[in-house]
């Protein structure tokens, strides 16, 4: 579920990098002088730009900290319903939220699903959450998926993250999403048998995408970006069951066989990124732990995890808010204490990147009032976009398939 799918943004995104290294970090501290043109929202979470991701990391965010039993603080959770459109949507991020919604500040399937999770959790947000809904519901395919933007083709991540905000929201699991998604699961006997495809290519082939496959057993088992262990069962060793389109049980156990083959050897999934050397992919690899664990796979998913906890620290520390918020999540999923992530507090490190939780702003107020004088610039740049922004960006839930 990391953050950006392939999309107008994406593309847009894609013309900066250019020739851009994937493999170059930067961050706030390291990052070319930032424009002086805007001071960051004080209730955003997060050092750099949020063009690209400014409500899905927010929404991530929040989640993550109710998930712990942590209450943020207020301006965070108004900022992100303040990030609202008229017609219920949202946008990866509005510079002037009560400017009018248009063409030039486009809305997504993504966005809006992830704020409906969050807000949802939070609770007290009734009439934004409906009005996000109608809007959802209203861009359904004829497929009965979602594509990542009004009209887009629908996909496996877009569908999923959406089915996950209406089951968040307390609606039936989707049959008819379900019905899709299980026709994008590779056939066992096939090349990557048992994942799911991102979408299939112009002649309705398939190609295993690791990605895809995470989100789409969530998006099967009526799961949202939080949940916990399924019912504890013997690990699926590989792909099995009859042909044709197999039931939302099959693709789920089946994904989760395929994960579980894929992050067997090194514990890890490798990034996919186009031109890019392979390298572990933490963002993905904490997505399919959670996948499997909600399938009931925790046993396969245990090696994954123990990776993450020796590892994956570092990653998050230079990604931000939502890198620390999947791991928070898998942490969750696994039932494991996501205060003692191999050594790292994950709470107090998602803390550490927004305005202090509602609980310890009392004792904070003197600090926060220092920090907020100073202001955070906008981290704008191709330092940034090549780096750990768009590195991040790219690694998860917004790639297509090859």
């Known amino acids: 579920m990391t953050v950006l799918r ?112 969050a807000l949802t959790a939070l609770g007290g947000h009734d009439d934004a959450v409906g009005k996000a809904l109608t809007w959802l519901k209203a861009q359904r395919n004829k497929d009965g998926g979602w594509g990542y933007t009004p009209g887009s083709p629908s996909d496996t991540n877009s569908t999923a993250v959406v089915t996950g905000a209406l089951t968040a929201a307390g609606e039936s699991p989707d049959k008819a999403a379900g019905d899709l998604l299980a026709t994008w699961s590779v056939p066992c006997g096939k090349d990557g048998g048992g994942a799911l495809a991102y979408q ?90 959670v996948a499997m664990a909600a399938q009931g796979s925790t046993g396969s998913a245990q090696r994954p995890y123990a990776w993450l906890e020796a590892h994956a620290a570092p990653w998050a520390k230079q990604s931000g808010p939502a890198a620390w918020a999947e791991l928070i999540f898998a942490a969750h999923a696994m039932g494991a204490d996501p205060r003692d992530f191999g050594g790292t507090d994950l709470v107090a490190a998602l803390a550490a990147t927004g305005p202090a939780p509602a609980a310890a702003r009392s004792g904070e107020k003197a600090e926060e009032k220092k920090s907020s004088g100073a202001g955070l610039w906008w981290i704008v740049g191709t330092g940034l976009v090549a780096g750990v922004g768009i590195g991040f960006l790219l690694s998860g839930r917004r790639k297509r398939q090859p």
């Open 6 to 117: 392939r999309s107008a943004a994406v593309l847009a995104a894609a013309a900066v990098i250019g020739a851009a290294t994937p493999a170059v970090t930067a961050t706030a501290a390291d990052s070319p002088s930032p424009s002086a043109s805007a001071v960051l929202p004080s209730g955003l979470f997060g050092r750099t730009d949020p063009q690209y991701d400014g409500v899905w990391r927010q929404s991530l965010a929040l989640l993550a900290q109710h998930t712990v039993g942590v209450t943020p603080a207020a301006k965070a959770v108004d900022w992100l319903t303040g990030q609202q459109c008229a017609n219920g949507a949202y946008a990866a991020f509005r510079a002037q939220p009560d400017a009018a919604c248009g063409a030039k500040v486009p809305v997504d399937t993504n966005s809006t699903a992830a704020a409906v999770q």
């Open 200 to 289: 299939p290519d112009k002649k309705g082939g398939l190609a295993a995408n690791a990605d895809a496959t995470a989100a789409g057993v969530l998006g099967v088992l009526g799961k949202g970006f939080v949940t916990t262990a399924g019912k504890t069962a013997a690990d699926a060793p590989a792909c099995a069951g009859l042909g044709g389109s197999p039931a939302p049980a099959d693709v789920a156990r089946n994904g989760a066989a395929y994960l579980a083959q894929a992050t067997h050897a090194k514990g890890y999934l490798l990034s996919a990124l186009a031109g890019a050397k392979a390298q572990p992919d933490y963002g993905n690899t904490a997505d399919a732990v």
